[in-house]
């Protein structure tokens, strides 16, 4: 009877330390609340080393090196891809690259092999920007990003990334042009902004997190089969095509670990002509909470992308939006008006396992 009662005890005291980690995780309602929530939750690396991956801790805990990069030859290098060469093929240690401001027109890749790297913008006020003009006719869509991560444990913090060729007419193949491409797994990005038009974002693969970003574009601007929670993140939809589409999610079948998360994320822009989203590929995951949306959003909120098919199995979800855009009554019927219990999921960090993870921007 007695180890009966201690059992009873250990199971409860087990589900309610799951359901208050659960609860922390969870992110706030009000949008006010999510910086200090934030700062509650997701800490440094020395008060977390008991949960975050131990490869990372040691790479946080070892040494840190800090390259800068001025274009006045006032740092180590005056490129930023010079910088990168620099850190060496199978790195273990974190890698601050520190970038003064200006416009660094390079095409810039992080090699799979070159892990723990770090972009700081050292001028949150002042922001450098990465610039090319590669375009899918050039290069492939994927290919023509002007940075390309393809490395894990990437961090970005107040960098300005945008790809400068020019607006696609839509009666030429091959004018999508990305600024960035993230294929490494469990990336970080603070405080940046993505600027493009047709496929600003190429969010390949992995699990990646978006905090106080501003992402621009046309035409599936987000697009690609990562697990990615997006916070407090602007989507601004540009003017003047006849239809736009913010995200295209490319999760190809049920096995896959993957899908979209944008929440107290606002939709700006003018026009009405928008949607949030359409698959790319038929199982595609995307879900808004808590955002601000603008009515350059259609009532309509969806498109299948010419398959009907595809309405059985995309997951097109909304949870507690508001604005003019936010409207549910003529969505899409596909569309999927969650509860509270269904949301809980996309509104935590656990979506993305951050607490293995993820740590706050570095400060220098």
């Known amino acids: 009877m007695v180890r009966q009662l201690r059992n009873i005890l250990a199971g409860f005291l087990l589900v309610n330390v799951i359901f208050t980690t659960t609860a922390q995780t969870e992110i706030p309602a009000k949008k006010a609340d999510i910086n200090t929530w934030f700062k509650n939750v997701v800490k440094p690396v020395s008060l977390q080393k008991g949960k975050l991956d131990q490869n990372l801790v040691e790479a946080e805990s070892d040494g840190v090196e800090i390259i800068e990069v001025r274009q006045d030859g006032t740092g180590k290098f005056k490129t930023i891809s010079d910088a990168v060469k620099h850190v060496k093929i199978g790195n273990t240690k974190r890698v601050i690259i520190k970038i003064g401001p200006g416009e660094y027109r390079e095409k810039v890749k992080v090699d799979r092999f070159k892990a723990y ?135 190809k079948n049920p096995s896959v670990d993957a899908g979209y998360s944008f929440v107290h994320c606002p939709v700006t822009g003018t026009g009405g002509h928008g949607y949030l989203g359409r698959p790319w590929y038929g199982e595609s995951i995307t879900v808004f909470s808590y955002c601000d949306i603008s009515n350059v959003i259609k009532p309509a909120g969806w498109d299948d992308h010419y398959n009907p098919a595809s309405r059985k199995v995309i997951y097109f979800g909304e949870y507690k939006n508001t604005g003019p855009g936010a409207i549910l009554t003529k969505r899409v019927p596909y569309t999927k008006k969650l509860t509270e219990v269904e949301a809980k999921p996309f509104i935590n960090l656990k979506y993305i396992d951050a607490e293995k993870w993820l740590l706050p921007p570095p400060k220098l």
């Open 117 to 251: 790297v770090t972009f700081y913008g050292t001028d949150p006020k002042n922001m450098p920007t990465i610039t090319f003009s590669g375009t899918a006719s050039e290069y492939g869509t994927v290919d023509s990003a002007t940075l390309i991560v393809m490395s894990d444990y990437f961090v970005a913090t107040n960098i300005i990334v945008s790809n400068s060729a020019p607006r696609p007419s839509g009666k030429k193949k091959g004018q999508q042009a990305v600024a960035l491409r993230i294929t490494g797994d469990k990336a970080s990005f603070y405080n940046c902004k993505f600027i493009g038009f047709q496929d600003t974002v190429c969010d390949d693969k992995g699990k990646h997190f978006f905090k106080d970003c501003y992402i621009e574009g046309t035409v599936d601007f987000i697009f690609g089969e990562a697990k990615t929670l997006y916070l407090n993140t602007e989507l601004h939809v540009l003017s003047g095509d006849l239809e736009a589409f913010i995200v295209a999610h490319a999760r």
